[in-house]
């Protein structure tokens, strides 16, 4: 992955204790567009089912980052 920053969106959920933020808003975006995958959904691969783990996890995270760009209009 690139050495750009991304926006987090923040903690996704509030503070379960003080100094701990938890997972953040992109976290759990990523983790929403996993389902897909699970499902054998890819929207990226052109094959039936994506099984490269490197592959998933990039595309979950392009999801959630648009997912916050679009947030963020």
Do not use: W
């Not at 690139?2 to 003080?18: L, V």
């Amino acid at each position: 992955m690139s050495g750009k920053k991304h926006n987090d969106g923040g903690p996704a959920f509030p503070r379960a204790r003080k100094g701990h933020d938890g997972m953040t808003l992109r976290d759990y975006f990523a983790g929403q567009a996993l389902a897909l995958y699970k499902m054998g959904n890819c929207v990226e691969c052109e094959e039936e089912e994506c099984k490269d783990h490197e592959v998933i996890a990039l595309h979950c995270y392009e999801l959630a980052d648009a997912m916050l760009e679009e947030r963020d209009k």
